[in-house]
Structures are given as structure tokens and as C-alpha cells.
């Protein structure tokens, strides 16, 4: 593996930074304060041509690498994680499927519009009874014909509502048990499909997450993603190249944490001199960077497994859990070396920590990277 970005990945890293410091930063407290979905950062992102970065250009993404695009989740998560989620879930969750898995015909349909950002993507998998047991689906999707009538409820999914394309799983065939489980492209707008109830979160506040709900919802076969049957692996794969993504924007959240950390306490002072004088000090910080740095080295190794057409599920889980654990020490250290001052909301680590928090959760808890990597160890 080679530790070192290349030239092309640095250039963009600092793109990315400067744009997340301009346009993001300025807006995370208040899309965080009013949980209001980032619409403008969305719209700056698609100026930027930051909605397609790993697609190929021919369907109108940047052609760049994966960790290229996994840098961009870095650098935004660094300042709103909020933003970080929502690029992500458009991009490895909605997006990437519908590249991987699509037909040609599908491809050219949907791809153009969601790598330029005109449109935005997303991806409904978990439901009430179905969340770390992803195989227990209750939405149904029964043949009509050709066609395939979708009925069920779907929870906690990232830019519903603002998202016009999802990827959706339903049981086609429940005797089958995981085999019997199928993918679908969802268009919003669709006769008999509504979003439900919008979540009230400890973090990641300016990310819609809602219920989508389908009510009868006729679907012409061109709907069918990948072959029938197929869903369960679409999304266990597709969960794999997005487990990435949040472990980037668990990275982003550890280092802007610790970006806002340093300046404080060396001007803040105490019993007449810097608290960056104090041992106590120095030793959480170098703590907090190297559990940074290491994290980040197995986020970047997994994008790079990606890349090269390498295994990756089991990197993927490893940097997931491992970064997510280290965002949520580091933050909470953050808040520690900056005592009630970390605490209140002048500052932004208290909005860090909280956000933190679901990288333990969203696309597969800590428990089930920990089942992912011991399942691969002990195969
Ligand atoms: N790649 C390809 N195939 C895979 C796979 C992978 N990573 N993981 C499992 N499979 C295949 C298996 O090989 C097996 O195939 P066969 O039957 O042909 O042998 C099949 O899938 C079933 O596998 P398991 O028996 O391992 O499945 P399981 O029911 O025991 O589940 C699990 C395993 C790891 C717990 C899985 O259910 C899981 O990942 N759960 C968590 C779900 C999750 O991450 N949800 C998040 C949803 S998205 C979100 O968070 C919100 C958002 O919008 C951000």
C-alpha cells in the first residue's frame, strides 16, 4: 500500500479543505441550531462537481478515484458533519448502486443527473423491525404482471425528502429468505409514495432522516435493480463502499475537533500561564492525533482496496469502527480540554461530540463491524 496521496489526491484534498472552510463552515452551527437540511451547500457542491467525484465522465461524474471522493467527506465532516452525511449517503449509498448494478439503459437514465447534482439519491434498506437484521424485510414487492406493486414502511434514511432517486429493498419472494429480497430505483413523485415522520436527532441535526412510505406504489420492471433475488447482497455491498464514507466522516469529525482544540489552550491560560504548557494537556492532544492519524490510515487503505478492485468488506468495517470510536474519544477529549467553554455552543466541539455519536450507529453499529471482522477472521 502506498501511504503517500498522489499529486492529483493532494490537489484535490486542498480543493475540498478550502471549500468546506469558505462554504461550510460558516453554516454548520446554524443548519445544526435550526436542524434545516443544508440545501445551499448542496447546491455549491453540484457547482463544484463534487456529487459524482468517483463516477466515470461519460455519466457525467469527475472520473476521479474513490479516495479522492472519500477525501471530500473528510474535509466537509471536519467542519459540518451534517453536509459530510449528506454526501455521502447521495454518493456510496444512492448513487453508487445504481452504477454498480444498473443496466445500461438504467445507467444512462439516472446517472447523468445524480453525478451533476441535479438530482440527489438515497437508499432504504432499514425498516421498525428490520435495523441490524437487515434480512428481516417486511416491505413487500408482489408481481402484477410485469410490473411489481411496493408496499411497506421504511425508517431513518438519510436525505429523504430531498432526495428525488432511492435505492429500495423489498421482499420479493419470502420463502427465500436473503434470496429472496430485491433492489428497485423509487423516483420521488411516484403515485403512493410519501415521506412520514422526520426525525428530531442528538446530532447530525441538519440531515434529513425520515420514514419513506409505500402505499401500492406500481413499479414497471426498468425498476428492477440487478436481478431478482439479488437485494440483499446489492445492499450488504453497497453498505460496504458506504461504511467507507462514514468512517471518513468520522475522521473529519476527530480532526476538526482537534483543529479547533489547539488554538484554545494555547491561548487559553490558568494559573498564570497556557494550558498547552500543562502536561495533562500535550498528553491528550498527542493521544487524540495519533489515534487520528491511525484511523485515518485505515480509512484511506480501504478506499484504496476499493479502488484497485481489491476485497474490502472487512477493511471497510475495520475502518468504521475503529474511526468511529476514535471520534467519539476525541471529541469527548476535546470537550474536556475545553471545560464549560467546550460545553456551551460558542464553541463548536459540543456539536462534534453529538455528531459523533451516530458514526457508532448508521450504516451498521460498532457490534456489527465487530461481527464483520471476526466473520472474516474466522472463515
Ligand atoms: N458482500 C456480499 N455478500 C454479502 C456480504 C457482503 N459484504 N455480507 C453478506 N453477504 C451475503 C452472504 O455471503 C450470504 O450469501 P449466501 O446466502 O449466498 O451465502 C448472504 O449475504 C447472507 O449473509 P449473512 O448470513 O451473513 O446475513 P445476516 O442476515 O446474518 O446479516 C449482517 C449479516 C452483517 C448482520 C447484516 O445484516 C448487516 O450488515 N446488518 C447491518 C445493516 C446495516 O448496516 N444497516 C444500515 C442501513 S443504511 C443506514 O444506516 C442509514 C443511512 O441512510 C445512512
Not at 173 to 180: E, F, I, L, R, Y
Not at 218 to 242: C, P, S, V, Y
Amino acid at each position: 500500500m502506498d501511504f503517500m496521496l498522489t499529486e492529483q489526491q493532494q490537489m484535490m484534498k486542498k480543493l475540498f479543505a478550502e471549500f468546506a472552510e469558505k462554504d461550510v463552515k460558516p453554516l454548520a452551527a446554524e443548519v445544526d441550531e435550526d436542524e434545516r437540511f443544508p440545501r445551499e451547500n448542496v447546491e455549491k457542491m453540484r457547482e463544484c462537481k463534487m456529487l459524482g467525484i468517483p463516477f466515470p465522465r461519460e455519466y457525467g461524474g469527475a472520473g476521479a478515484d474513490y479516495l479522492s471522493y472519500i477525501l471530500a467527506v473528510e474535509e466537509l465532516s471536519k467542519k459540518c458533519a451534517t453536509t459530510g452525511v449528506v454526501l455521502s449517503a447521495h454518493t456510496s449509498l444512492g448513487t453508487w448502486p445504481i452504477f454498480a448494478f444498473g443496466t445500461e439503459e438504467q445507467k444512462n437514465k439516472y446517472l447523468p443527473d445524480l453525478c451533476t447534482g441535479k438530482k440527489l439519491a438515497a437508499f432504504g434498506l432499514t425498516e421498525p423491525n428490520a435495523g441490524t437484521d437487515a434480512a428481516g424485510q417486511q416491505t413487500t414487492a408482489v408481481k402484477d404482471g410485469d410490473d411489481y406493486i411496493l408496499n411497506g414502511t421504511k425508517i431513518f434514511i438519510t436525505n429523504a425528502g430531498e432526495a428525488d432517486v432511492y435505492v429500495i429493498f423489498a421482499m420479493t419472494d419470502k420463502s427465500k429468505g436473503t434470496h429472496g429480497i430485491s433492489a428497485f430505483i423509487v423516483e420521488k413523485g411516484m403515485p403512493g409514495f410519501t415521506v412520514g415522520q422526520h426525525e428530531k436527532k442528538l446530532g447530525i441535526r441538519g440531515s434529513a432522516t425520515s420514514e419513506l412510505i409505500f402505499n401500492n406504489v406500481r413499479l414497471t420492471k426498468d425498476h428492477l435493480l440487478g436481478q431478482e433475488g439479488k437485494g440483499f447482497k446489492i445492499a450488504m455491498q453497497t453498505l460496504d463502499g458506504g461504511r467507507i464514507g462514514i468512517a471518513a466522516q468520522a475522521l473529519g469529525i476527530a480532526q476538526g475537533a482537534i483543529d479547533e482544540v489547539v488554538p484554545y489552550v494555547k491561548s487559553r491560560k490558568q494559573f498564570g500561564r497556557s494550558i498547552a504548557k500543562f502536561q495533562n494537556t500535550q498528553f491528550q492532544l498527542a493521544d487524540m492525533q495519533t489515534k487520528t492519524d491511525a484511523a485515518r490510515l485505515l480509512v484511506y487503505q480501504a478506499a484504496m482496496a476499493k479502488e484497485n478492485g481489491q476485497p474490502y468488506t472487512y477493511l471497510a468495517a475495520e475502518a468504521k469502527l475503529f474511526a468511529a470510536e476514535v471520534a467519539m474519544e476525541v471529541t469527548t477529549k476535546a470537550i474536556q480540554l475545553m471545560g464549560g467553554y467546550g460545553y456551551t455552543r460558542d464553541y463548536p466541539v459540543e456539536r462534534m461530540f453529538r455528531d459523533a455519536k451516530i458514526t457508532e450507529i448508521y450504516e451498521g453499529t460498532s457490534e456489527v463491524q465487530r461481527m464483520v471482522i471476526s466473520g472474516q477472521m474466522l472463515k
